[in-house]
């Protein structure tokens, strides 16, 4: 009988260990990438599960926000006795508050106290768009730029465009030669930028100062917040401050309550509540961090009802 030789063993035996090693390989791979997809997939539901919980918590901050706009309504009318401090405020002023297991961070703004696209003057919505750091060069075009897209005629302004620039775009368009819309609106107008409207991570963006629902020139003194009232000509950052802090106590009914510089009293006006509101609503479930945001504008009737006239959601959450 013939023997093999231990040569031919030794060779055998080397096989077999290779294809053990590899085997193992391949079965190690496998259950790593199965790992991996566990892993991403428990991540994934996860922040799927936070955000759906973010987005409800500001959904019940838009609701909240409705009924301390009630509160005031029924406030006003004497239908119900409540502490004068217990309203919140609309002038931006935010409010946070427990629910469930997370949070929401809600600010109410009255449109009257916000700079009007389509009625506000010019120097207004100037000092508006220097104050939040835009250059001075870019603010003349913004703004002789809304000028043109709003009025009638097709005379272009020494910084502004008419169809003319428009129709020479990649993606052509006419100007609108009427009023805006929306707010958004402005993102048609040349200059203007996401950046500029929405803001980035160092500064505030304009839309959280302009409107296009006030349709008022004048802005109302008593709910317009900080940036908008250092838009008024003659204003400076401790008047505004002084401004803010006297109103937290009561509403300015008369320009002899407070120090004005002259040159402000023709745009401002002392409308106080007038039924025109944006809440806007940060749903969170830890304090300080970032979440869900929404934006609302609704209409309160003196009849008790409300309508939404803009609401999007998320929005673009502004530092």
Same mark, same amino acid.
């Given at each position: 009988?013939?023997?093999?030789?231990?040569?031919?063993?030794?060779?055998?035996?080397?096989?077999?260990?290779?294809?053990?090693?590899?085997?193992?390989?391949?079965?190690?791979?496998?259950?790593?990438?199965?790992?991996? =997809?566990?892993?991403?997939?428990?991540?994934?539901?996860?922040?799927?599960?936070?955000?759906?919980?973010?987005?409800?918590?500001?959904?019940?901050?838009?609701?909240?926000? $409705?009924?301390?706009?009630?509160?005031?309504?029924?406030?006003?009318?004497?239908?119900?006795?409540?502490?004068?401090?217990?309203?919140?405020?609309?002038?931006?002023?935010?409010?946070?508050?427990?629910?469930?297991?997370?949070?929401?961070?809600?600010?109410?703004?009255?449109?009257?106290?916000?700079?009007?696209?389509?009625?506000?003057?010019?120097?207004?919505?100037?000092?508006?768009?220097?104050?939040?750091?835009?250059?001075?060069?870019?603010?003349?075009?913004?703004?002789?730029?809304?000028?043109?897209?709003?009025?009638?005629?097709?005379?272009?302004?020494?910084?502004?465009?008419?169809?003319?620039?428009?129709?020479?775009?990649? !993606?052509?368009?006419?100007?609108?030669?009427?009023?805006?819309?929306?707010?958004?609106?402005? $993102?048609?107008?040349?200059? =203007?930028?996401?950046?500029?409207?929405?803001?980035? !991570?160092?500064?505030?963006?304009?839309?959280?100062?302009?409107?296009?629902?006030?349709?008022?020139?004048?802005?109302?003194?008593?709910?317009?917040?900080?940036?908008?009232? =250092?838009?008024?000509?003659? =204003?400076?950052?401790?008047?505004?401050?002084?401004?803010?802090?006297?109103?937290?106590?009561?509403?300015?009914?008369?320009?002899?309550?407070?120090?004005?510089?002259?040159?402000?009293?023709?745009?401002?006006?002392?409308?106080?509540?007038?039924?025109?509101?944006?809440?806007?609503?940060?749903?969170?479930?830890?304090?300080?961090?970032?979440?869900?945001?929404?934006?609302?504008?609704?209409?309160?009737?003196?009849?008790?009802?409300?309508?939404?006239?803009?609401?999007?959601?998320?929005?673009?959450?502004?530092?």
């Amino acid at each position: 009988m013939i023997r093999p030789s231990k040569d031919y063993i030794s060779s055998d035996k080397g096989i077999a260990l290779m294809i053990v090693l590899w085997t193992l390989t391949i079965l190690m791979v496998i259950v790593f990438s199965f790992s991996y =997809m566990a892993r991403t997939e428990t991540y994934s539901t996860l922040s799927f599960k936070n955000g759906a919980n973010n987005k409800f918590f500001a959904e019940a901050g838009i609701e909240r926000g $409705l009924m301390e706009l009630f509160y005031r309504q029924f406030y006003k009318d004497n239908s119900i006795d409540i502490d004068s401090s217990q309203k919140w405020k609309i002038d931006g002023t935010p409010y946070q508050e427990q629910f469930g297991n997370g949070y929401y961070t809600v600010r109410i703004t009255g449109e009257y106290g916000k700079v009007d696209i389509n009625t506000a003057s010019e120097v207004v919505l100037k000092n508006l768009f220097i104050n939040l750091g835009i250059q001075s060069e870019e603010v003349d075009t913004i703004v002789d730029s809304i000028m043109d897209w709003k009025d009638p005629d097709n005379l272009r302004r020494l910084h502004g465009a008419e169809s003319d620039y428009y129709t020479s775009l990649p !993606n052509p368009y006419r100007a609108k030669d009427a009023d805006f819309e929306t707010v958004e609106e402005l $993102l048609m107008v040349k200059g =203007m930028t996401p950046e500029i409207l929405y803001g980035t !991570n160092t500064r505030k963006g304009a839309i959280n100062f302009l409107t296009v629902h006030s349709h008022q020139r004048n802005i109302d003194i008593n709910t317009a917040p900080k940036e908008v009232l =250092m838009a008024l000509p003659g =204003m400076s950052p401790d008047l505004a401050d002084s401004i803010i802090e006297y109103r937290k106590s009561k509403e300015i009914e008369t320009p002899n309550e407070i120090s004005l510089p002259p040159e402000a009293f023709p745009y401002i006006s002392f409308e106080g509540d007038t039924g025109t509101y944006t809440i806007d609503a940060l749903g969170h479930q830890e304090r300080g961090k970032g979440g869900y945001a929404i934006r609302a504008t609704v209409t309160i009737s003196s009849d008790g009802t409300y309508k939404y006239v803009y609401y999007k959601s998320p929005v673009t959450t502004q530092p």
